[in-house]
């Protein structure tokens, strides 16, 4: 499980985070937090999910991400990413 802390809203981050994932070849998912953060469980090769989290510390064009906290957790086997509501 992934937490990102970011300042900037409406610069599209779940959209984005979809479209990294799907090139990269993961799955999982991405939602907005109440509080402002946007969480993410990603799964994939560990070279796949390391380049996620990379990229996720920078987000899309006009993010800017305060935090990245990374929790490691057991694959649940998502079969494609989406952005959960």
């Known amino acids: 499980m992934f937490l990102f802390h970011r ?13 990294q994932a799907n090139q990269l070849g993961i799955s999982g998912w991405v939602r907005n937090l109440p509080d402002q953060r946007v969480e993410a469980v990603f799964e994939g090769t560990p070279e796949a999910v390391t380049g996620m989290i990379s990229w996720c510390k920078q987000g899309p064009l006009g993010a800017v991400v305060n935090s990245v906290i990374v929790e490691y957790e057991e694959v649940e086997g998502l079969p494609r990413f989406e952005i959960k509501r």
Request: aromatic residues 16%; proline residues 0%; positive net charge.
């Open 7 to 19: 300042i900037v809203q409406g610069v599209g981050y779940r959209f984005a985070t979809v479209n």
